[in-house]
């Protein structure tokens, strides 16, 4: 084993010999002093008792790593939602999971525990693939142990998860928002969305249902007004990223479920990436994800994915409740979008309109505010 010491690998001591077993005691201070991700904010760390230096980690999986070389992300999110700043020779505790960001990385859960990367900013550790040519190279940790319990058990986010949940009969309106990629604009459609139920008077409930583990949507979703807000973290994943189909529709079935059993009157779900993102295109052509939600206010980022988007969609069945996104930041794509789509595309503002937002949620067919 080894100590990182300002970037350099250091002999290990006697005590780190000592120490190179297969399996050895996480001491409390050594935990203490860790830093802890945003993805690990539901484990009951009491638990965590020992440190196992070999196998096969899984999804889900919790490590302890060591900062090896600072890369694309500087910081790490705590449960709280502090942005930590990263230093080489920190160690981290965060979990193994697979990463699906046009944007940035392509990564998967690797099969040892040889040195990889910290390819969120929400704790998510991943061997990367492929990466965007305006993304940097990854930040680089090296495993120094997955965290167990007392009898050895690797401790996996599934472990602390909420409990699958069947939505109830009388159900509220729910509301989701999906989008043609990655930063079309749904999390800023979502938020304004709630803002403008939330003047109106109205309770609402939010989640996001898929995606990489990382609180920056959930904060936005409270701040904007959400009693509460759910995401797949609770539901024990990392990433939803290279689930099965049955999975993601349990995922998003029971998080919709625990939004709904405080009886708001409007839940409002995120589903992450695009709709050709493998675990987003299956969710949104589940028949019976489609059963349980009311519409879809649809993210574009330009006038052509506003349509393309609106005849995927509906050809799946969904109802269209109206346009927003990045393509509403133009008057002029918006003119575009609207022509060919015979639908609204909703401005920030008209979004957070105290009027229109619940005449968004409830309408049985979309408001038009044009013409």
Known sequence: MYKVIGGVRAAPTECDEREAGPRNLLRRSRLKSAKCAFTTRRVDFSVATNLVRDGTPRAGDLVLAAVT??????????????????????????AYGARYAPDQFEASVPDGLGECDLVASGGVAAHVIARHAATGRPTRIAPIGLIADKHGDVLNLARFALPDCEIPL???????????????????????????????GLIVEAAKVTGTGSGLDVWSMLDS?????????DMGHAST?????????????SLIAHCAASRPDVVVIEVADGLFQRETGALLE?????????????????????????????????????????VSASPLASREAEARLGLPVYTKACLRNREIAPQIAFAADPVCLVG
């Open 241 to 253: 990223a290279g689930l099965d189909l049955t999975t993601i529709e349990s995922i998003a079935l």
């Open 286 to 326: 589940s028949a019976r994800f489609r059963a349980a939600i009311d519409g879809i206010v649809f993210a574009a980022g330009d006038a052509l994915s506003a349509v393309g988007g609106r005849d995927w969609l509906e050809l799946r069945g969904h109802r269209i409740l109206g346009i927003s996104g990045q």
């Open 170 to 200: 009388s159900a509220p309106r729910v509301v989701v928002i999906a989008g043609s990629t990655m930063n079309a604009g749904k999390t800023t459609t979502a938020s304004s969305l709630i803002y403008g139920l939330s003047r109106a």
């Open 225 to 233: 007004g959400a009693r509460s807000v759910h995401d797949f973290t």
């Open 69 to 94: 070389s600072i890369g694309k992300h500087t910081r790490l999110e705590s449960p709280q939602g502090r942005r930590m700043h990263l230093y080489e020779g920190d160690e981290i505790i965060v």
